[in-house]
T-cell receptor, first 113, second 114 residues
Framework: GENVEQHPSTLSVQEGDSAVIKCTYS??????FPWYKQELGKGPQLIID?????GEKKDQRIAVTLNKTAKHFSLHITETQPEDSAVYFC????????????FGKGTHLIIQP | DVKVTQSSRYLVKRTGEKVFLECVQD?????MFWYRQDPGLGLRLIYF???????EKGDIPEGYSVSREKKERFSLILESASTNQTSMYLC?????????????FGSGTRLTVV
């Protein structure tokens, strides 16, 4: 089955700096890659996603890049703010089957004031 | 505002009890999922359902069962709770069986088995 590796497990950056979280996947049939943000005491919330026919997608301060050849994708957050502190999960969906998303183990992003 | 509602935020149960975790969605989604979340292990799929009365095992189904009698409701059942089932349980629903367009998650139920 699909396996998604996520790094780093913890990332601490100064407010205003950029943060990058990286994921790799194993199944070349995967074609949908969402990112979720989980704030304390809440369920994960979709923040951005990308499909395999696109190499990059941006939404204000966040962007996701995808390298299908290398089977990795990354989340980029620019001009980080205190409210960006959370746990971030990457995920991948296989092209076939009905068993949904496979998640990475999460990255705890800490924004230092 | 679309919602996935989990009936309890916190539960404390005794070893050996039968435990029911309830999840209701108001988005008319056919696909619903139960995950457990543990530190360092991320989100692991327990069971999912792509239609009423249909259920499929995920990656860690042992010790759990599910019920989907109505489209909007998906219940997770711990047949005989054990301490290693202490965890955060997350329910999600999706328009697509592959998770396309994303999941909508509930706020989670933190279960402690003593």
């Amino acid at each position: 089955g699909e396996n998604v590796e996520q790094h780093p497990s913890t990332l601490s950056v100064q407010e205003g700096d950029s943060a990058v979280i990286k994921c790799t996947y194993s199944d070349s049939a995967s074609n949908y890659f969402p990112w979720y943000k989980q704030e304390l005491g809440k369920g994960p919330q979709l923040i951005i996603d990308i499909r395999s026919n696109v190499g990059e997608k941006k939404d204000q301060r966040i962007a996701v890049t995808l390298n299908k050849t290398a089977k990795h994708f990354s989340l980029h957050i620019t001009e980080t703010q205190p409210e960006d502190s959370a746990v971030y999960f990457c995920a991948a969906s296989k092209g076939g089957g009905a068993d949904g998303l496979t998640f990475g183990k999460g990255t705890h992003l800490i924004i230092q004031p | 505002d679309v919602k996935v509602t989990q009936s309890s935020r916190y539960l404390v149960k005794r070893t050996g009890e039968k435990v029911f975790l309830e999840c209701v969605q108001d988005m008319d989604h056919e696909n619903m999922f139960w995950y457990r979340q543990d530190p360092g292990l991320g989100l692991r799929l327990i069971y999912f359902s792509y239609d009423v009365k249909m259920k499929e095992k995920g990656d860690i189904p042992e010790g759990y069962s599910v019920s989907r009698e109505k489209k909007e409701r998906f219940s997770l059942i711990l047949e005989s709770a054990s301490t290693n089932q202490t965890s955060m349980y997350l329910c999600a629903s999706s328009l697509s069986p592959r998770g396309y367009y994303g999941y909508t998650f509930g706020s989670g139920t933190r279960l402690t088995v003593v």
